[in-house]
């Protein structure tokens, strides 16, 4: 199952950022446009060690 926004798009609609930084992985994503119902929802994961 693929992460989705309010607006039912999947997470990676559109580009994606990747960032690590003391063992954490996050995933920023922007999946919907500006003219969605909900406009443009911002999307954070995490992955931390253990987790």
Known sequence: MQPRSSAGHVA??????LEHEGGTL??????DDDDEIAGTELLVYRAAPGS
């Open 12 to 17: 990676t609609r559109n580009p994606v950022h």
């Open 26 to 31: 996050r995933l920023w994503a922007a999946p």
